[in-house]
């Protein structure tokens, strides 16, 4: 998105420093809304589509605390949870101040 419009609707994905990653299935609903969360933010992630793919799967919910749900997503290395839970992060302001730490 062209500069004058991220500043326009006061975004600054310039500022995005953190590694966002996220495990997907194709058709999910809540796989896609967070990723459209995450692109209206300007986040560059890293998505992990586990479609079919057992042992990414398990991978998925060792690193997640035991969830098994679709999507889980980190930042910088560090559970967020589900879709509601970016969405949550997001609605109480607690979302850009995680996207502009760099990770560790």
Known sequence: MPNFL???LGRHPENIKAHVEIYTWQTCPYCI??????????????EYKIDGDGAA??????RANGRRS?????INDRHI?????????????????????APD
Request: with cysteine; hydrophobic share 50%.
């Open 6 to 8: 991220n500043r326009l």
């Open 33 to 46: 809304r967070a990723k459209v969360l995450l692109m209206w933010k300007g986040v560059k992630f890293t």
């Open 57 to 62: 799967r398990v991978k998925m919910a060792e």
């Open 70 to 74: 679709v999507p889980q997503i980190f």
């Open 81 to 101: 949870g589900g879709c509601d839970d970016l969405y949550e992060l997001d609605a109480k302001a607690q979302l850009d101040p995680l996207l502009i730490l």
